[in-house]
């Protein structure tokens, strides 16, 4: 799961591209959140990703174990996506 917040420049495409070059398999189920499928670790998804945003900004990233819970006002389409990724 990646979080962010970019704050003065707000480059936001730059760090949407980097994040979905690394993957096919995603959901963004917030503005400021994308739960992906990836192999890697959690630090060498931030390592990567820490490349596209300025200093200011502020980036977690975490490995997901399966067990979640969500409000039901999400779409079909993301639910489903968690059902069948986490």
């Known amino acids: 799961m990646i979080n962010y917040d970019l ?3 707000k480059d936001y495409q730059k760090l949407y591209a980097a994040i979905e ?6 959901v963004r189920p917030l503005k400021s959140m994308w739960i992906i499928k990836h ?3 959690a630090f060498d998804i931030a390592s990567v990703l820490c490349k596209y945003i300025d ?7 975490n490995k997901l174990t399966g067990d979640s819970s969500w409000t039901q006002n999400f779409g079909q ?5 968690i059902h069948q990724n986490l």
């Open 21 to 26: 070059s690394m993957t096919t398999q995603y």
């Open 7 to 9: 704050n003065v420049r």
């Open 55 to 61: 200093s200011d900004d502020k980036l977690i990233v």
């Open 39 to 41: 192999n890697g670790s």
């Open 77 to 81: 389409d993301t639910t489903n996506w």
